[in-house]
């Protein structure tokens, strides 16, 4: 067995873990000093000469060089890791897949004060006020080591080293856990293999005795059972409210029978509702969780890739009308987020290329990183490759583009933000999405998927932007060239025009009779309300025909 020790400067990992090697017999490795002998100068030096870009290649690097974890029951070997290591989602994958995992966790002030002591410069402490640099550290990084066991680091280091040898005796396989965070919009843990334990332990939390889970045929057959199974295994009964498949989910009748279902549960306030499924699902069963008796805990358990990335991020909850998707629902944060990438795995390949729409959404808002992972892995995530899998790359994408959305709605929770402030708050998520669900409504909500149709209506946002100089030729270009090979938006849709330009008149994004759209800009998005008529015809025109390509729509685009 591999311990790898985490946590942020001066919290004691290469002292703990010599002892800890000692006490075990184990190789210690300590990842800075690897780093150091590689490079031949410390790493004040390498920061001088590379910048921190070059100081984290190398620390990647040598972090790929430990190659398998050791999976011997017996503690082989030690790892201590720099303070920044597991920021980087490949980097955690690596160390925290298939080994202990712990976290030594200690104060700021206390931090500060052996940081003051210490002979080592921390390059990213240096020349700062250390407690307010160790605090800002804390912010940036508590959800990356909250995924590790947490041990005080203040202990004395043998106490610690015997913390840390009760974990490795007691360890059994519950998967991995990649982040782990507490939120005002709930807390988000992010894994592979850990969706049991995780719900388990989020109900105890909530002194739930049962588990009612909600959820659909199709996402009961491939993830519910077992999730059942397991915690029944745990000595919790379980009780089922099933709900129809896709969007047939979010109507009105489809809620209230739902209730009644619960009634004769004899539900409580204090039980919270378990929705397992995808983004349909969410929704209907997040605006249940809301009404029933005013308002009920609520965790989701997203089995899509566009309800891991998106929908089930937010609190946003809704069911449909026939005049137009979502316009009847509330805001209702559940108390958290089990987000288990080993649920696509066995996703239909539709599904999973669908929901990298909504990543590439994402990306489009100015995640530089986001982009380059959808062009270089893309393709092989859409078609579940074991190997997009086994590298990390998925976990990578989920972690990106959902944590990416986490962060504009925990800035803007309930799409208030003031108009002057507008491209700042959470409408950026529509970017896409004012056409694509004109769209899904053209087709009943049958023909498209939602990350389709928000691919349809990317293209449909670039044309636009570049018509009217918004969005920088070559942004549009690479935008498209991305949707097309990724095999999204492309290929003709059977919408009469006037048809889908009428559902976009039910958009919620309506503010003084104008439609808001979001255009994607040279840095992130703008929001346009006087866009021509004409603008918007011939944009939707081409998407819907398939006849304009990415570089005649650029090329149409006015000098800045």
């Known amino acids: 067995m591999d311990v790898v020790l985490v946590g942020l400067p001066g919290s004691g990992k290469s002292v703990v873990g010599r ?36 100081f984290r290649a190398r620390e990647a690097a040598a972090v790929a060089a430990l190659g398998d974890a050791d999976p ?55 020349g700062r006020e250390p407690i307010a640099a160790i605090r800002q550290l804390t912010t940036d990084r508590e959800r990356f080591y909250a995924a590790a066991h947490r041990v005080n680091g203040l202990a004395e280091p043998s106490a610690v080293a015997e913390t840390v040898s009760g974990f490795a005796a007691a360890a059994r396989d519950g ?8 939120t005002h919009i709930g807390r988000i843990v992010l894994g592979e293999g850990i969706t049991a334990a995780a719900v388990a332990e ?33 000595g919790l009964p379980v009780e089922t409210v099933m709900l129809p498949e896709g969007e047939a989910a979010k109507r009105l009748a489809v809620v209230e029978e739902a209730a009644g279902r619960l009634a004769s549960l004899r539900a409580e306030r204090h039980e919270p509702l378990v929705a397992i499924g995808g983004g349909a699902l969410g929704d209907a069963a997040g605006l249940l969780a809301a009404l029933w008796l005013r308002g009920v805990p609520l965790i989701h358990v997203p089995t899509t890739l566009v309800a891991q990335v998106d929908s089930a991020i937010g609190g946003k909850t809704a069911v449909d009308l026939p005049a137009g998707k979502n316009l009847v629902g509330a805001f209702h944060q559940p108390v958290a987020i089990v987000i ?90 529509n970017l896409g999405h004012s056409a694509g669900h004109a769209l899904e409504a053209a087709g009943s909500y049958r023909d498209l998927l939602h990350g389709e149709a928000v691919a349809y209506g ?31 938006g492309v290929g003709s849709l059977p919408y009469p025009i006037e048809t889908v330009l009428q559902a976009m008149s039910a958009d919620k994004k309506h503010v003084a009779g104008r439609l808001n759209w979001v255009l994607p800009a040279n840095e992130g998005v703008e929001i346009r309300s006087a866009v021509p008529e004409e603008v918007v015809r011939d944009a939707l025109a081409g998407v819907l025909e398939a006849t304009a390509a990415p570089a005649e729509a650029a090329a149409k685009a006015p000098a800045r």
């Not at 800075?32 to 920061?47: C, H, L, V, Y």
């Not at 074991?386 to 990106?400: D, K, M, P, Q, W």
Request: neutral net charge; charged residues 30%.
């Open 458 to 488: 990317l293209r449909v946002a670039c044309r636009m932007g570049a018509s009217m100089g918004v969005t920088p030729p070559e942004q549009a270009t690479r935008i498209e060239e991305l949707l097309t090979n990724l095999r999204l």
């Open 175 to 182: 998967g991995t856990r990649l982040l782990d965070a507490q």
């Open 72 to 126: 011997d029951a017996r503690i082989r070997r030690v790892v201590a890791t720099g303070g920044g290591t597991v920021v980087d989602p490949r980097n955690r994958w690596r160390l925290y897949r298939g080994r202990l995992a712990v976290w030594l966790d200690a104060r700021p002030e206390a931090l500060a004060q052996r940081l003051r002591r210490s002979r080592h410069v921390r390059p990213l402490i240096a």
């Open 19 to 54: 002892r800890l090697a000692r006490r075990h017999g184990a190789d210690f490795i300590d990842m800075d000093e690897t780093i150091e002998e590689a490079a031949g100068q410390p790493i004040p030096s390498i920061f001088e000469a590379e910048g921190e870009t070059g």
């Open 340 to 429: 288990d990438t080993a649920h696509l795995m066995t996703l239909p390949e539709r599904q999973r290329r669908a929901g990298l729409g909504e990543a590439v959404k994402m990306a489009a808002l100015g995640d530089e990183r986001l982009f380059r992972l959808l062009e270089t892995d893309g393709e092989a995530i859409a078609r579940g490759d074991e190997i997009a899998f086994a590298s990390g790359a998925v976990a990578e994408l989920v972690e990106r583009a959902m944590w990416a959305k986490v962060e504009i709605v925990l800035a803007d929770e309930r799409e208030q933000a003031p108009r002057a402030d507008t491209v700042a708050g959470r409408i950026r998520l």
């Open 202 to 234: 989020a109900l105890a939390g909530l002194g739930a005795t049962r588990a009612i889970l909600v959820s659909e045929p199709g996402a009961w057959a491939a993830a519910g059972t077992a999730i059942a199974d397991d915690l029944r295994a745990r």
